[in-house]
């Protein structure tokens, strides 16, 4: 089964699990027709919520009631999730180099950094000098 199109598939994830915690991570929250509306090819109301539950039991997600609908939300951070996305890919597609996954960033001709964002980068790799790193 190809990975979900938004993301690399996640070990421990399905690809339609997948989706659905890249859907939660950018609303925050949402409840089951927000997800099933985002989701491509759609399934069935009852697919989702099954979903749901099988990502609430592995503890990935919880519920809350709001009015008549549940609202489910990441138990862990977007920014946890996403470090943890990033190592996930530098294992599969760098053999964990950072320094080869920026390469392949900054030599793409399709992504133009502002000047700004390259002051911002050069501080960043400055600090980490200072720091040792």
Avoid: C
């Amino acid at each position: 089964m190809p990975p979900a199109k938004s993301s690399q598939n996640t070990p421990g994830f399905s690809r339609r699990e997948r989706q659905i915690m890249d859907i939660l991570y950018s609303l925050e929250s949402a409840t089951v027709n927000d997800i099933q509306s985002r989701l491509p090819d759609p399934p069935s109301h009852t697919a989702v919520r099954t979903f749901l539950k099988i990502l609430e039991e592995k503890g990935h997600i919880s519920r809350t009631k709001k009015g008549r609908e549940f609202l489910y939300t990441p138990k862990n951070s977007k920014s946890s999730a996403g470090l943890s996305a990033l190592r996930n890919v530098l294992s599969t597609f760098y053999s964990g180099s950072l320094e080869q996954a920026l390469t392949a960033h900054l030599t793409d001709n399709t992504n133009k950094l502002s000047d700004s964002e390259l002051k911002q980068l050069n501080k960043l790799i400055n600090k980490a000098r200072k720091k040792g790193n």
